[in-house]
């Protein structure tokens, strides 16, 4: 009895060894499992956070990258810009210069152009102010002695100034008087003409035969001779222009 007590005991001892070292294995397989799962785990991990890291490395590396090359684009565009800027700018320097000179040189020429206009204006009219001055005189000069010549041609016998048109200068380069020495009257024949000019036939038959000079045969000794030439001139030039009248 106490042997097969024993033998039962050791065989409860042999089972209860046995579950014990089976439940130790099991447990130390289950470590195992557990330490590899773990590695298993820390490796994925491992992978994935170098993935990632290199991933995001990349992805830092190509901002960067696309940010240089943007700031590199923004600078060239910026001085294409600036350089078109200045270049606009030195175009419109250039046409504002070029407007100013264009500007100034018409205005120059302009001026000279008026200044020009004015002074031959200014000329045109002293010469004709001179003409009218010295016409109007002449005219008036000439009028005055023929009003005169009624008076002065009265008295033939009391004579003591010969009635002589006014002296006035010839305006006839020309002048067929200038030849002639013989002439006492200062005037030439020119003068004598254009006293007579505007006189009709009638006229220039009357004054020609008041100027005859046997009429001034009877003036004072003294002058007579002088007087007869003087009125045979005048004589000469009314009897053309006598003769020449229609
Ligand atoms: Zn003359």
Known sequence: MAFETSLHKLEAAKTEDSRVRERWL????????????????????????????????EKLAWEARELTER????????MERLAEARRELDERRAKEQREMEERERRQRSA???????????????????????????ATHLLAAWRGGLDAALSNHAKMQAFPAPPAL????????????????????????????????????????????PDKFAICPHAHREEYQRMANQMFKVINDLYEKAT
Do not use: M, Y
Not at 29 to 52: D, I, S, V
Not at 71 to 78: G, K, P, T, V
Not at 187 to 192: K, R
């Open 111 to 137: 001026r000279q152009q008026r200044e020009r206009q004015e002074g031959l204006e200014r000329e045109a009219l002293l010469q004709r102010q001179a003409r009218a001055r010295s016409g109007t005189t």
């Open 71 to 78: 700031l590199a684009r923004e600078q060239r565009e910026r």
């Open 26 to 57: 099991e447990d130390l397989r289950a470590e195992r499992e557990r330490e590899e799962e773990h590695w298993r785990l820390w490796r994925n991990e491992h992978a994935l956070r170098n993935r990632f890291a290199a991933e995001r490395q």
């Open 169 to 212: 200068p010839c305006t006839r380069p020309d002048c067929p008087d200038r030849s002639e020495t013989d002439h006492l009257l200062q005037a030439c024949d020119c003068v004598i003409h254009r006293a007579f000019q505007d006189a009709g036939k009638e006229a220039l038959k009357r004054e020609r035969n008041r100027w005859h």
